[in-house]
């Protein structure tokens, strides 16, 4: 007898693509590999979390299940009360509650005002269509109007550029996939533009694919929240249960399903395709297993949604030195600081030499940043990974001047306290940067020395640096 596979994953079951700044947070139970993020990757994953919520499986990860692709700064929180069970990553846990730093660019995704703080929607939902002639959706009979001719194979149906005008209550309604098959997948534009599909069932007997998409390819769904119901597939996600090249981004999911093969709260099983800015919610367990918590966790998937995901806060550096320059802070909002101009580097470690006096009411962080366009110029490519340039691309919005490649960040450095290096990381595809001389951007974050609230106004300066 064939040996019974069921991969579960919080975001993916199974991805042999790229991932990049994704969330989940979701309740797995059972399968063959369960991870609170992925169930296997094959593929690469950077700058992305999960909470360790993997509960039972044969194999279990709190990120992770099963890697033989690219994980870079990637993280889960385990918040739980009990005692901890041993993951396979468990090296990547950090405690919830205390003050972590999860090292990504996250500036427009931060909410100082609360602790922790929050997720900005208003940034979350940030992509726009092509400007091709588009089909509005502003009805459930209109919805299940259009999925009818998709998968009938009608071809201006499947590769059209639909815009969701009005969040649709489905009321509980069975629905179809949208592409439900992969001789029939969807192949076009779905804008969301921040609206919610919710309250649908996607059920079958035999159903390959299952999510509001069944398989999508060379597909592009931007700015969309499902909450439903799925069974009974054997690719299930919230958004997708296949996903075959495309582009799935800034999309949410609050989604309980039941697995067979494949399944994460956002894709099933993501070949080729890019998830950017995504998140998902829920719960998810093997067929035939009792969901008891899931009338309790529905309320706070609502939470979820409303007010966004929480993240850690900003820890101290550790390697600032305390100094007693006799400083203390006045009145009003006071920023000050020193740092080489030219920041020479010598077997990975930088002379930054930066100065935070102590009368300044602000901690810093520190960001090294060299553009695109300086690496090109310098070294004739851009060194992103294929994956990353094809995600730019996509995107639209690819500028060589204005993209940035991060070489170096620091932790808070507070008032009063002085940061002597930095460490130097490789280029987005793992490239060294070779010896020369370079121009770089360090970028300034401030926040009150007190509440921890993020500052309104940040500093970028042109600095040199020199690899020798």
Known sequence: MKKKICLLGGLVGL????????????KLKGGQSSGGFAGCNYGEIYDSWTLAYSLQGKIMAGFAAKNEGIMEHVFYIDDR?????????????????????????????????????LFRN?????????????????????LIEITKHINQGEWEYQNANYSLIADIDCKGKKLVPIGEDDSLP?????????????????????RKYGGLFGCLRDAKIMNLTVDGIIENAEY??????????????????AIRIEAIKYAGGLVGK???????????????????RPWFLLLLLLPLLYLLLKMGIPYPSIPVDGNVQRL?????????????????????????????????????????????????????????ESHRTLFDQKRLELLANYDPKLMRQELAVTGRIPAGSSLMYLELK??????ELPPGTYKAIIELTFYDTESQEKALLNSQLPVGIRIE
């Open 15 to 26: 991805n042999n693509s790229y991932i990049k700044d994704c969330y989940a947070k979701v």
């Open 81 to 117: 009360k009990k005692k901890k069970k041993k993951y396979i990553d468990e090296e990547l846990a950090v405690e919830a509650e205390s003050e972590v730093e999860l090292p990504w660019n996250k500036e427009t995704c931060w909410e100082a005002e609360t602790f922790p703080p």
């Open 122 to 142: 208003e940034y979350f939902k940030v992509q726009s269509g092509s400007n091709e002639s588009v089909i509005e959706i502003a009805t459930l009979e209109e």
């Open 186 to 206: 969807f192949k076009g534009i779905f804008n969301g533009n921040g609206h919610l599909i919710e309250n649908f069932k996607i059920k079958g007997k035999k």
């Open 236 to 253: 299930a996600g919230g958004i997708a249960g296949m996903m075959e090249g495309g582009i799935i981004s800034c999309c949410g999911s």
């Open 270 to 288: 993501n070949r080729d395709g890019f998830l950017v800015k995504t998140y998902a919610v829920g719960t998810i367990h093997e067929k035939g």
């Open 324 to 380: 007693n320059d006799g400083l203390k802070p006045g009145g009003g909002n006071t920023a000050a600081f020193e740092f080489n101009r030219l920041i020479i580097f010598k077997d990975g470690i930088g002379e930054l030499n930066f100065y935070n006096p102590g009368n300044s009411t602000q901690d810093i962080v520190v960001k090294l940043t060299i553009t695109d366009e300086e690496l090109i110029d310098q070294l004739g």
């Open 426 to 431: 490789t280029l987005q595809d793992g490239t």
